[in-house]
């Protein structure tokens, strides 16, 4: 008998490869599913994450191992064997019990000849100490960027793309070695949990009294299916979540930063258990952070007034809500609003300073999410399911402000889905940033005269970060003045950020920010 937790995580490690799932919205399902222990959905966890966002580096690990190129091994074959090297390299697992469990795998979703495969690569994998490995496959790289690929388990072209970022962010070239290992080891690390108390529904030292009321006495976990696993996962929203996150136009690169997928917190350590050790965040004055925990558990985060959201993201909206002072009876517009993690921020300071908003989504699922982020709001915004890049053409009425959350590579927010950076191609950059365009494009035509526009993506690449920018400023000569979004998130950080750039554009990293790799422009319209 396998153990469960381990099939758990073979089981969703073979959905992500062979029909395109996204852990982060399966694991739960599949942990309740399990009904596993508190303790089983951890190590679950800890085996599905670790093992997805290190794949790369065991892939080179199996092939030394095996003389045998991966792409030559059966598919589920080397999910087994993915799963053992984590066992092996990376976790504090018996030899034996890693070992033997990948053979019983191998014998319930392979060939019997696989089996004895299995067994004499990690039996291999065993001989070697974990060091001598990393350093053979050092030894194995063709350059310094391969290298780094290699052993942080990143795709080249990101690696590249980070760096081309680092350097457009004002890092010496003395420097970027240094900050290159620091973001990828960041986006192996699990984030913080965080949430942001919408202001006028919910303050910080009220959640703070309210995570210390549903702390239980003792070190004790709640019941495994009794909460759910990740914010807000009923099975209803799962349901939509996952309808959203199979759109095809949609991937995961769009920022689900406020649904299910906020998952990427540390809910493999301590699955399930309430947060206690809440800290009012670093940078956002809205925002609280904890170590780890299931922020369902929290009365206000059922209720909907305290979201999970990361940092940058709660910065991203304060920068359009913050940069000047609200007149009552301003028009708001979050033109790419899905799941809705911002249009609530939003719609809570339109709230307190009587301006209104309208949300819009193209995609019907997730403008669902969107109405469902808002519902706590007493005056919730008008959602619009409309194509953004027509939609400022086609409207009479123009806008005071307009945040463009544009969809994007994601590549800002890889440490909170594990098999993201195997997802994305340097292909699919162009395609977005051709989208971007016209988006900026229609929110200009939307914008009042005077109005301000927030351009943000989830992704650090510059071709969609200070690439737009320039471009927006090319096309729009005599319309677009850039604003200063680096002064606007010092003032709202009450001068905590840290930024680089000699730009006025704010790119913020997850090793220096501890934020997903956000990225804030503004402008005024002349
Ligand atoms: C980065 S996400 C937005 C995240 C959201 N602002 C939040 O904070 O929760 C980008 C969104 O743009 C939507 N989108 C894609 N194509 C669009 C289009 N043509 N017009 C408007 N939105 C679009 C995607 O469906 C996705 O929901």
Redesign the pocket.
Known sequence: MVQAARRVALEVIAAVRSDDAYANLLLPVRIADARLSPADAGLATELTYGTLRRRGYYDRVIELASGRPIDEIDGAVRDVLELGAHQLLSMRVAQHAAVNESVELARAVASRSATGFVNGVLRAITRTPAEEWLGRVTESAESDDDRLALTSSHPAWIVRAFRRALVADGVPESEVDAELDALLEADNTPARLSLVALPGLADRAALQRDATAAAPATDAVTEPGATAPEPGADPEELELALAAATDP??DDG??F??APAASGTAVGDTARRVPTAFEPAPLSPIGLVAPTGDPAAIPAVRAGTVRVQDEG?QLAALALTRSRPVTAGERWL??????????AVLAAEAGLAGATVIA????AA?AGLVRRAVAALPEPPEVWER???RLGRSTDEGFDRILV????TGLGALRRRPEARWRKTPADVADLVA?QQR?VDSAVAALKPGGLLAYVT?SPHVAETRGQVQGALRRWPDTLVQLDAQEVLREITGGAVQLGGADAAVQLWPHRNTTDAMFIALFEKR
Do not use: M, Q, W
């Not at 979050?334 to 249009?343: E, I, N, S």
């Not at 819009?360 to 995609?363: A, G, K, T």
């Not at 959350?405 to 994007?408: L, N, Y």
């Open positions: 136009a949609d769009s920022g930063d406020a993201s979050d033109l790419c609003a899905g799941p809705g993690g911002k249009t819009n989504e193209p995609i997730r194509d953004g890049t959350d544009a969809p994007c989208l988006l989830c």
